[in-house]
């Protein structure tokens, strides 16, 4: 099974839950989100996982080094929204069909913080309900 490893840069400032950002900054921040992800998805050959019905996205988190308070992963969802949106825009998909793993803790620090998107097709069977008993 192929997997595709994608590194974005942290989430800006702006689209953490507890700034307070007027709505065309943060509308501008994730535009720009999602356009890096669908960058970084294409640069890593997500072609070749195209036609999935299913695709399984694990994240993990790298927090930045440096003072001040450290981030709270438990915010971390909120922000990704357009790095999501920019992987399905990538794929050709509605991002529903993903089964996110988001992280319970940070996997480590780097300077400038970073996230690293792993995408895998999952094989499954579509099932159709009709409504109606066997």
Not at 43 to 51: D, E, T
Not at 55 to 71: A, D, F, S
Request: aromatic letters at 8%.
């Amino acid at each position: 099974m192929t997997i595709i490893t994608i590194s974005l840069a942290f989430p800006h400032a702006a689209l953490w839950q507890n700034k307070s950002a007027h709505r065309f900054a943060l509308a501008r921040h994730i535009k720009a989100s999602r356009k890096e992800a669908w960058v970084a998805a294409i640069s890593a050959g997500v072609a070749s996982i195209k036609g999935h019905m299913r695709y399984r996205v694990l994240i993990e988190g790298y927090r930045p080094t440096g003072p001040g308070r450290p981030h709270d992963v438990c915010n971390l969802p909120a922000t990704l929204k357009g790095h999501i949106d920019g992987l399905a825009d990538a794929l050709g998909v509605d991002d529903a069909r993903f089964e996110t793993d988001f992280p319970r803790v940070w996997a480590g620090t780097v300077k400038a913080g970073m996230i690293r998107m792993r995408v895998e097709p999952i094989q499954s069977v579509w099932v159709e309900n009709t409504g109606t008993k066997p």
